[in-house]
Structures are given as structure tokens and as C-alpha cells.
């Protein structure tokens, strides 16, 4: 395994941010650590990383003990950004590369070649405060790559991206893991998620509340769905005897033991349905029903 956690732990004073939390991540995946704001996410992957130490519990990172020489194979991005805004760009990254290990010169290049790639080659001598804001966060994930690390871990990589960004930095995740590398990111966006992810954890308030393969998770909790979208009023989507129920403007996620042809004779007089079909669940309704209220704060969209 490229990571392992075993009981971890974490309190500040009278919060407990992470409860006897037990991961294992295998090499070459894209693992999701999934849950609402506060679920513990980001302090899991700061334990991870060596800046927090857990109360108790036990880390191993890459098969053996988080220390220096394994953290220079891992790529870090972390939820609060920050470059050094005065700064010329190419400068930040080559500084950057350097603190990695590259000697000066390698590590120039390498910052130039990716700049080029992310479309910010004309910006290289552009301030960082001169940079917009979702440059300046693609600017934060080419910092990520510049040593080529065989683990990136990233917190809450598309949050504040517009969809062109936040589709530009899906593709190289997923070209990273082609690759043969792994990536281990948090998110509260389920949907994104849902297309990137080989395994998956979901937390809530510290605690694991299931994980594995993505597909399994599906397989196991999500053999009772129907999805609907519908026009007319949507409140008689309630009265279907269901388990769970998503229900949107024109569009609905139904958990239900009833057979959609049931489903369709009970909305026949009552909204009109241009699509209906039994199918797998969303990491949104898998996650709503195992733990409730306590999902406010995820983005289903």
C-alpha cells in the first residue's frame, strides 16, 4: 500500500477532527477522501503529510514512516493557496522546484515546459498578483508537478475553478495516473469525484463511514434505484413509498423497492415523464443515506 492509516486520531481541545480513522490506499488509483466542510478531511491529509501529528494512531506512507526523504516523492496542494504575489512566475516555480531538489537550471526548464502546457508560457514574467485567480490556481497545481512525484495529494483541488479549468486539471490528474501515479485527493464535490475516482472514502465528523472500491460501494448500496426526469410538480415524487429520495427541480433519485413500471403507473396522472430508468447511484444518495443530516455542506453538483 502506498499509504496506511491505522486509528488515527486528532483532537483540538474538545473537537475530535479525526476518530480511530483506518485507511489503505493501493499505488497507481485516484483515492477520494469524501465529506462535507469539517468532516476532518483536510487535517487527515495533514496528518498524512507530517505537519499535524495524531494523538494516536499510526501513518505509513510509501511502507515506511513519514519522514523526509519519503515526503521529496510527494506532490502537495493545500486548500488555503499561496505563491509568493510579488514574484515573477517562472521565478516562484523554479524556487519551488528547487526547495524539491532540482538543481536550478532542471528545475527552470521544467517550470517553462509546464507554464507552456497550462497555456501560461506568455505569463512567465508576469507578477503572481498579476495572474487571475484561476491561473494563479493553475499556478498552484504546476507547482505540484515540478519534481514529477510519484504521490500527489491534493485539498480540494477544483474549488473556486470555472468548468473550463476545472476540466483542464481533471484530464491531468487523470493523465498523472496513466502514468502509474497515485492521487489522493479531498473534495466536498461528489460529482467530481464520482467521474475520477478508483476508491473512495466517505467521513463524516471524523469518522470513516464506508470506503473501497467505488464501484463495490455502488454495487452494494445502490441495487434499489430509479432516476426520473419529469415535468409538472415534483411533490408527488414524495408519495412513491421510498428508502431515499433526491429530489430536484426537474429530476429525481428515487431508492425504492418498487419496479419502475410500478413507479411509472403511480406518476402516470400526476407529472409527466420523459425519462425513467433503474440505475446505479450517485456518491451523493449513497452518502445521504448512510448518514443523514449529517451530509449538509456536500456540492451534489
Do not use: W
Not at 428515487?254 to 440505475?279: G, M, S
Request: proline share 4%.
Amino acid at each position: 500500500m502506498i499509504l496506511q492509516l491505522e486509528g488515527i486520531t486528532k483532537r483540538f481541545g474538545e473537537i475530535v477532527a479525526v476518530d480511530s480513522l483506518s485507511l489503505e490506499v493501493p499505488p497507481g488509483v485516484i483515492y477520494g477522501i469524501l465529506g462535507p466542510n469539517g468532516a476532518g478531511k483536510t487535517t487527515t491529509l495533514r496528518i498524512v503529510l507530517g505537519i499535524l501529528k495524531p494523538d494516536a494512531g499510526k501513518v505509513s506512507l510509501m511502507g515506511r514512516p513519514v519522514d523526509v526523504d519519503v515526503l521529496s516523492r510527494v506532490g502537495y496542494l493545500p486548500e488555503e493557496r499561496g505563491l509568493y504575489p510579488k514574484e515573477k512566475v517562472v521565478e516562484v516555480l523554479t524556487y519551488l522546484g528547487e526547495l524539491k531538489g532540482l538543481p536550478h537550471s532542471d528545475s527552470r526548464g521544467r517550470a517553462l515546459e509546464l507554464l507552456e502546457e497550462f497555456g501560461l508560457r506568455d505569463r512567465a514574467s508576469a507578477r503572481v498578483e498579476e495572474l487571475s485567480k484561476g491561473m494563479q490556481q493553475k499556478l498552484q497545481f504546476i507547482s505540484v508537478l515540478l519534481h514529477d512525484p510519484d504521490l500527489l495529494i491534493l485539498d480540494e483541488p477544483f474549488s473556486g475553478l470555472d468548468p473550463i479549468n476545472s476540466e483542464i486539471l481533471r484530464e491531468r490528474i487523470l493523465q498523472e495516473r496513466s502514468r502509474g501515479k497515485t492521487i489522493i485527493f479531498s473534495t466536498h464535490i461528489l460529482e467530481q469525484a464520482e467521474k475520477m475516482c478508483d476508491y473512495v472514502a466517505l467521513i463524516s465528523k471524523g469518522r470513516k463511514v464506508v470506503d473501497g472500491k467505488l464501484t463495490e460501494i455502488k454495487a452494494k448500496y445502490g441495487k434499489r434505484t430509479i432516476k426520473v426526469e419529469f415535468d409538472g410538480d415534483g411533490k408527488a415524487l414524495r408519495e412513491i413509498p421510498h428508502i431515499s429520495l433526491r429530489l430536484y427541480e426537474r429530476f429525481a433519485e428515487i431508492e425504492t423497492e418498487l419496479e419502475v413500471n410500478d413507479v411509472v403507473k403511480f406518476l402516470a396522472d400526476r407529472v409527466k415523464i420523459n425519462k425513467i430508468e433503474r440505475t446505479e447511484p450517485s456518491l451523493s444518495q449513497i452518502y445521504i443515506s448512510l448518514v443523514g443530516g449529517e451530509g449538509e455542506g456536500l456540492d451534489y453538483n
